[in-house]
């Protein structure tokens, strides 16, 4: 199973944006890069995908580096219902390995 | 599209019983993955079933177990529980399909088992 390395936690001020980053040097090519989020006491919670490209969308923005060996997940302002823990994941088919995540606080 | 939802929310059980949990999936979606979540472990992937049939499974001993029924609809069963077993089980939807692309899971909101 493909695996993934995120720090254990991060802050960002409110209304500031945040860069969450991910390593997965293993990834093979048909690995697409995954983002999930799981507030308090819910399931986790799908944020955003891509495969080689950057991209968008309404809640965030996925960068992957050229080689692919890792990628960022940037929220473009920080608000409090943002804090949560954000899994990065690698995906072939119907598989998905959650590493620890990371716990991201925003601070008032 | 009404959510995944996951029955019951809340559970007690005692050492050496058995249990088992319900998840009904997102409407059109063929596959349903389950997952146990505990503060040391983390999220670990348990088994998926597509149409009816096991497609992936963890690793986790015999005593878990699932099924899918043709309106894919899943259960999860944990016999002889251990204390150990107190966690958060989620299910997650998915359209299932193969091919290589990438397959957007919908969790549920989980079932907190306890195990005294």
């Known amino acids: 199973d493909a695996k993934t390395t995120q720090p254990n936690s991060m802050e960002s001020n409110e209304e500031e944006p945040v860069h969450l980053p991910c390593n997965h040097s293993?990834?093979?090519?048909?690995?697409?890069i995954h983002w999930y989020r799981q507030l308090p006491s819910q399931g986790p919670e799908y944020v955003i995908h891509?495969?080689?490209s950057n991209v968008n969308n309404r809640m965030a923005s996925l960068a992957i580096a050229e080689d692919r060996k890792s990628s960022t997940l940037i929220l473009h302002r920080a608000t409090l219902r943002d804090a949560a823990v954000y899994y990065c994941i690698l995906n072939t088919g119907n598989q998905f390995y959650f590493g620890t995540g990371t716990s991201l606080t925003v601070i008032p | 599209k009404a959510g995944v939802t996951q029955t019951p929310r809340y559970l007690i059980k005692t050492r050496g019983q058995q249990v088992t949990l319900s998840c009904s999936p997102i409407s059109g979606h063929r596959s349903v993955s389950w997952y146990q979540q505990t503060p040391g472990q983390g999220l670990q992937f348990l088994f998926e079933?597509?149409?009816?049939?096991?497609?992936n499974k963890g690793n986790f001993p015999g005593r878990f177990s699932g099924r899918q029924f043709s309106n894919s609809r899943s259960e999860m069963n944990v016999s002889t529980l251990e204390l150990g077993d107190s966690a958060l089980y989620l299910c997650?939807?998915?359209?299932?399909?193969?091919?290589?692309?990438?397959?957007?899971?919908?969790f549920g909101p989980g079932t907190r088992l306890t195990v005294l």
């Open positions: 293993t990834i093979s090519g048909t690995d697409y």
């Open positions: 079933y597509f149409s009816e049939t096991q497609r």
């Open positions: 891509g495969l080689t």
């Open positions: 997650a939807s998915s359209s299932g399909l193969a091919g290589g692309l990438p397959n957007t899971q919908y």
